[in-house]
Structure formats: C-alpha cells, structure tokens
C-alpha cells in the first residue's frame, strides 16, 4: 500500500515537472514572438517614410495620374482588407505584429495609411513631410524612449525629437516662424502620441493634430507678415 | 500576457503562419526605404551638389534622416527575427 502511494507521489512530481517546462518552453516561445513583434511594428512604422517619394517623383503627365490615383488605390486595400479581417474572411493570424486590443477594432495601420493620405493631399508640403516623420520615426523613437526609460524622459525627449523634424522642413522660413512653427507641431505630435483615445487611435492624431494646428499657422502666414516657405523636395528628373 | 493572448499566440500553427507572413514582408520594409533614402541623396547630387544649388540641401538631410532611420530598426528587427527563427525551429 506504502509503495503505491509513493509511486504515485513519485509520478504527480514528474507530471508536475514536465508541466512546468511546458509551460516555461511556452512562455519562452511567446516572449520571443512578443519581442520580435514589436520590432516589427517599429520597423512598419518607419518603412512610412518611403511615402515621401511622392513629392520626389518626376513631374511628368503619367506620373501625375499615378500619384494621383496610387495612394486612395492602396487605402481602399487597406480598408477591404481590414474589414475581411474583422468579419472573419481573413484569419489575424496572417497580421503580425497587429496589438492584442486590435483583434476585435479597426487595426493602428487604416488609420496610418488614412492620415497619410489625408497629409499628401490636403496639406501643403511643409506641413504634411514633418508631420509623416513624427509618425514613422517619431512615434517609434517615443516607443522606445517609454519602453527603455521613465515615462520624464518621453515627454522630454519626444517633444525635441518632433521639434528637430519641424525645424529641418521649415529651415527655410523666416527663424521666427520656424519656431514658433516647431513648437507648436512638436506640441501637436506630442499630444497627439501621448494622449490615448479608444475611438481613435495614435497613429492619425500623431499626424492629424499638428497638421491641424499648423494649417491655422498657415493661413495666417501673410497676415503675420511673412511670407511661405518653399518646398523642401523638389521633384526629380529622369537621369536620361 | 493575459490568458486572451496566451489563447491567441498558443497553437504552434498559428506561430508559424504569422512568421511566415513576416518574412514574406521584410525584404520589402527593409530594402525600399533605405532604396528612396539613396534617392533623395542621388537628386541632392545631380541637382543640388553637381549644379551648385542650395536649395537641395534639405533633399540631402531628409535623405540621411530616411536611411539613419529605417536602419535603427531594420538591425534589431533583423537580429530578433534571426533568433526567432532558431528559436522556433521554424523552416
């Protein structure tokens, strides 16, 4: 009777064991995804600036028709394949890095994808080209900044990150309008990353707000008395 | 990780097919921008340097800013996807 309660006892423990390895096999296996997910995501994030090709692009007829078409063609994508998504038609499983809370809600990247098409055609160069960086390269900068240090540090570090991107597209305004143009976008971006709303989210506002607040700049430009700042790309031309 | 994800990430299938769509995508998020960066450089050459115009300067910074950028995240990514890979056990 002895020897069977100890065989017993003596099984439960190997069970246990083996549980246990699963489960920390596992956890391993999962922390690896996360952390390779997250890489993904900033690096999604900053594959954004090849958008900026668009005012780089030859100012040819065809072209035009192109840059003009291309980018709702790629957002009409982008909505039919999040809504086959959401109704089932297409596994998540196929959407890596998609965040855990974006399963059952429209994905971060619509709303990319939208407030970029929304700068490269409603907004005036200088505006939408610092506002695309504080989104591809900003936001994934500020994400590091929170993931490594305090949340002190994000604040500080992310307004002067969207400030310096502000500055080298308005570098050819006059030096007051650069910065107050600066600090107001910084601001606008900063808010916009930071401030967290269920209904919208990061990606759009990190863009939209200071493109938004310097839209207002940007009608007022002549009644301040300075005059608008030239482009920062000019369009390419055919090496032939 | 809460049990909704533990859930969502445990089938070893699930795993794989989302590996698999990664590395469909990465040659694609790692080569093209840093391909438009060297445009960007390319233009500020032919039209800004090689014609003497300042105005292409800012042509040349977003370049660098563009390729400085993108390869900050594409050595981690690259790196963590390598060790992914071996961790997975993935082919």
Redesign the interface.
């Known amino acids: 009777m002895l020897k069977v309660k100890e065989k017993i006892l003596e099984d439960t423990k190997k069970r246990i064991k083996n549980t246990k390895k699963k489960i920390g096999d ?1 956890r ?10 997250h ?2 995501r ?6 954004g ?2 958008f ?2 668009y005012y ?1 692009l030859p100012n040819e007829e065809w072209i035009n028709i192109l840059k003009f078409w291309i980018p709702p063609i790629i957002l009409i994508i982008v909505i039919i394949l999040e809504i086959s998504r959401l109704k089932g038609f297409v ?1 998540s ?5 998609l965040r ?1 809370y974006e ?1 059952n809600r429209i994905g971060s990247y619509v709303f990319f994808a939208l407030a970029i098409l929304m700068l490269l055609r409603f907004f005036p160069q200088p505006i939408a ?1 610092p506002c695309i ?1 504080c989104a ?2 900003g936001d ?1 900068l500020i994400g590091e900044i929170r993931y490594r240090f305090s949340i002190r540090y994000v604040y500080v570090m992310g307004f002067l990150i969207c400030m310096l ?1 502000f500055l ?2 308005w ?2 305004a006059d030096p007051f309008l650069m910065i107050l143009v600066s600090i107001v976008g910084a601001f606008g971006a900063l808010i916009g990353e930071v401030k967290k709303f269920w209904w919208i989210d990061d990606d759009f506002m990190i863009q939209i707000l200071p493109a938004v607040l310097l839209a207002f700049i940007w009608l007022a430009i002549l009644h301040l008395g300075f005059s608008y700042p ?1 482009e ?3 369009p ?2 055919w ?1 032939w | 990780m809460n049990e909704v994800d533990m859930e969502y990430m445990k089938s070893q299938s699930n795993t794989k097919r989302v590996i698999r769509t990664e590395i469909l995508f990465t040659p694609f998020l790692v080569v093209l921008p840093v391909f438009i960066g060297f445009l960007f450089i390319y233009n500020w050459y032919n039209r800004g340097y090689v014609e003497g115009n300042p105005e292409y300067f800012g042509t040349l910074v977003l370049g660098i800013i563009i390729i400085i950028g993108n390869v900050l995240f594409d050595i981690p990514f690259i790196r963590s996807l390598k060790k992914l890979i071996k961790n997975q056990n993935w082919k």
């Not at chain 1, 900033?42 to 594959?47: S, Y």
Request: glycine residues 2%; hydrophobic residues 50%.
């Open positions: 596992a391993k296996k999962i922390n690896s995804l996360e952390y390779d997910a890489w993904y900033r690096v999604f994030h900053a594959f600036t090849s900026l090709v780089l596994s499983d196929h959407f890596f890095g855990m399963k080209v960086l591809c390269l994934p991107f080298i597209s570098y050819k030239s920062i790309i000019f390419a031309l090496p």
